[in-house]
């Protein structure tokens, strides 16, 4: 069973997103998507830094070569840590000014999924996409308010993805050139257990899910059962990644976007970045290759 949740840096993000383990400086990024921030923490130093992006920042995935692909507002870019400068790669949904970029992962072949959402949360305008070459943009359908994830299994042969006000996440097949088959349920929130966020998969094939809302992260078996749920001290729980020695540290971004004072007041530490321990490690991760 997974350990009790620590919050190892209480910054009191807004909206606190997409961690991901980036292997070649050992260290956790993560975003606060309305403060339009970048975030790096060193758990062997404690070093915290951050940098200030252009537009709302939904994710920063690590590039091979170097830097990271961002996806904002408007699009995908390039970011360069040691100058703090976003270069533009590729416009996503000019024709929707009202949807942004949210979450998204690299696969095992170095290819870059994310999704889009509506900026409103009602609209059902967002869908998943890949970086191809070129660069090009591939739609690959999930069509729905609010995307999260995708997230890919250790073989590469599935892929996640949420909707989130739907409460349901759902698992594909995923091609070895990239298209997703077989759509299905893959398992369902119950209402009044908080929302599906960001989805990741540890090395056994299993699936995290943060929930907003709900107070906790929940493990999930490959055929959809529920195996555990870890409680936290806050209410909105966004997404899992998994670093430190032996990728056994499971690090959780929280928000505190929707909480009223009061609520503020009963959750001090909500926006923090958490971490517990995990008896299953992560995977490592994976640097976007392909459309750079």
Partial sequence: MAG????????????????????????????????????????ATGDRRGWDAPEQVGF?????????????????HRFDEASGVFRPLIEV????????????????SGRLWFGTMDDGETEETGAIYRLADGPSLVRAGGDCAITNGPA?????????????????IYACRL????????????????????YPDGPSVD????????????WSARRYAPDGGLLEAVRFPVANVTKIAFGGEGLRTAYATTARKGLDAAALAEQPEAGGLFAFSVETPGLPGHEVQVGL
């Fill in 4 to 43: 009790a949740p620590a919050c190892v840096w209480p910054l009191g993000a807004t909206l606190g997103e997409g961690p991901v383990w980036v292997t070649r400086d050992r260290a956790l990024w993560f975003v606060d998507i309305k403060e339009r921030r970048v975030h790096r923490f060193d758990p």
């Fill in 60 to 76: 920063a995935l690590p590039a091979a070569g170097g830097g990271f692909v961002a996806g904002l507002r408007g699009g995908l």
């Fill in 93 to 108: 949904e000019p024709e929707r000014p009202g949807n942004r970029l949210n979450d998204a992962t690299v696969d095992p």
């Fill in 152 to 168: 890919v299994s250790p073989d590469g042969c599935t892929l996640y993805h949420n909707d989130t006000l739907g409460r349901a």
């Fill in 175 to 194: 091609a070895m050139d990239g298209t997703i088959l077989d759509r299905r349920v893959f398992c369902t929130i119950a209402e009044g257990d908080g």
């Fill in 203 to 214: 090395a056994a094939g299993c699936v995290w899910v943060g929930l907003y809302g709900g």
